[in-house]
């Protein structure tokens, strides 16, 4: 049976379970890497995060979760959208060239793979689409990892994100041990392990484990909350001193959106002079005074109290009225980079402990 997913990718129901040794997962890797370009999982600069690697050995999958998100593989932190060049008194534009191949994207958080199917509302959504964007994400093929290690401040439960979920993947392995249960989950999710003889057919032991490890990893999530009527209560609470006092950690870094794999605001700029140059996007953060900060002078947020409310109805409020989701998938990854010690879910907990002034 064919199904559509939110992300637009065929889904196969149902393929028969395969499992892979542990020690057989560098060569799928590496067999892998003779037709794709692979991204994965590693350290690069000393930073756990999402990166095109060229060997299996370059894959670390230590971590329970990397501190970068992968959006920078379909968003990337600073991209060119266009070179121009003045020649002869004519202008000239130059567009990057489309992907050539399929692109393979390597053991993803269910977590991760939600935030892209919500910045694919962002970005595919209305017309015209960011071509950008779309190009990279229909070329990659999306390999999502169970989650059976969650941060202490991990929330998703809360939000509605199963850590053995699998939306919006293709293929998904989840660890029993000493080896994997495979899934395929679409058409491509399938194609890159057919005819592989690492892959054996799973047996009822390996999916009973498989119950038990993924009922554990749910019990391992401790933070729980309500945020069921959050939507209501924000735009109840919008002028409540509440706003102040938890700003008052927040030193406007901008590290909580750059970290978030939802948070996809940018700036364009222009390098280079009137001669050559090029057209730039690069991330940007609500968190910053200039955010909005007009041409005129005037800046509709100019304190930290205006920014962070942004920051909260944007996610738990205008996303909603946007799309029909949350823009917060709770992987808490805010939470343990914040230099100020802002808690996401002290900040939600208390939005709804709140009675407006
Ligand atoms: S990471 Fe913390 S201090 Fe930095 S902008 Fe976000 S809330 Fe403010
Ligand atoms: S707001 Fe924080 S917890 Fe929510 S998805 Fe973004 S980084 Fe994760």
Redesign the pocket.
């Known amino acids: 049976m064919i199904l559509r997913s939110s992300s637009n990718r065929s889904v196969v129901l149902k393929m028969k379970e395969k499992t892979i040794e542990k020690k057989d997962l560098s060569g799928f890797i590496d067999s892998l890497l003779e037709e794709y370009q692979v991204f994965a999982p590693t350290i690069a600069e000393g930073i756990p995060r999402f990166d095109r690697i060229s060997s299996s050995t370059q894959v670390s999958l230590d971590s329970p979760k990397l501190e970068r998100s992968p959006k920078e593989v379909f968003f990337p932190q600073c991209e060119t959208l266009f070179t121009y060049q003045l020649i002869d008194g004519k202008m000239t534009m130059e567009e990057p060239p489309a992907l050539e191949s399929e692109r393979v994207l390597l053991f993803v958080r269910p977590c991760d793979v939600k935030a892209l199917t919500l910045m694919d509302s962002v970005f595919t959504s209305w017309e015209p689409k960011d071509t950008n964007y779309l190009d990279k994400r229909e070329k990659t093929i999306i390999v999502g990892r169970a989650c059976s290690r969650p941060w202490s401040t991990c929330f998703c439960t809360s939000l509605g994100v199963d850590p053995f979920g699998k939306e919006g993947m293709d293929l998904v392995f989840e660890d029993i041990g000493d080896k994997y249960v495979v899934e395929a989950l679409t058409e491509r999710g399938g194609k890159i392990i057919d005819g592989s003889s690492l892959f054996k057919d799973a047996e009822k032991k390996d999916l009973e484990n498989l119950k038990e490890v993924s009922k554990k990893a749910t019990e391992a999530i401790r933070s729980e909350l309500d945020v069921k009527e959050i939507e209501k209560k924000l735009k109840a609470i919008y002028d409540d001193s509440f706003w102040g006092k938890v700003?008052e950690?927040?030193?406007?870094?901008?590290?909580?959106?750059y970290?978030c794999p939802v948070c996809h605001c940018f700036d364009v700029q222009d390098e280079g002079t009137e001669l050559k140059g090029k057209r730039v996007r690069i991330w940007d953060?609500c968190?910053?005074p200039i955010f909005t900060l007009h041409a005129s002078g005037h800046n509709p947020r100019t304190s930290?109290r205006e920014?962070?409310r942004q920051?909260m109805m944007h996610k738990f409020s205008y996303f909603i009225e946007n799309f029909g989701e949350l823009a917060c998938v709770g992987c808490g990854r805010?939470i343990k980079?914040?230099?100020?010690?802002?808690d996401i879910r002290e900040v939600l907990t208390g939005i709804m402990a709140t009675e407006a002034d």
């Open positions: 700003s950690k927040c030193v406007g870094c901008g590290v909580c959106s970290l953060a968190q910053y930290s920014r962070i920051r805010c980079g914040c230099p100020g010690n802002m």
